[in-house]
């Protein structure tokens, strides 16, 4: 499915003006149909696969215990 640029910024979540210069530099494959760019919805799917990836190792990462120090001595 096609959508515009401004709908490819909503759906991911982005600037306009970000999404659009993405576009124009090739790093969001886009097809120009004379008047507009049309991004094709599908190529983003691993972007938000990785971007959930990411999410749950910063969160496994923020749960995990504290190791004690080994530095600190008992002087009792």
Known sequence: ???TIQE?????GM???QVQKYV????IRAAH????FLVNRGQFGLYFEQ???????????RNEPIPPD???KDED
Not at 51 to 61: F, G, P, R, V
Request: charged share 35%; proline share 3%.
């Open 1 to 3: 499915m096609y959508i």
């Open 8 to 12: 490819a910024a909503e759906y991911l």
């Open 15 to 17: 600037p306009f003006e």
């Open 24 to 27: 124009l530099e090739g790093r």
């Open 33 to 36: 149909d004379g008047e507009q």
């Open 51 to 61: 971007l959930e990836t990411l999410k749950q190792q910063i969160d496994d990462w």
């Open 70 to 72: 080994r530095d600190i």
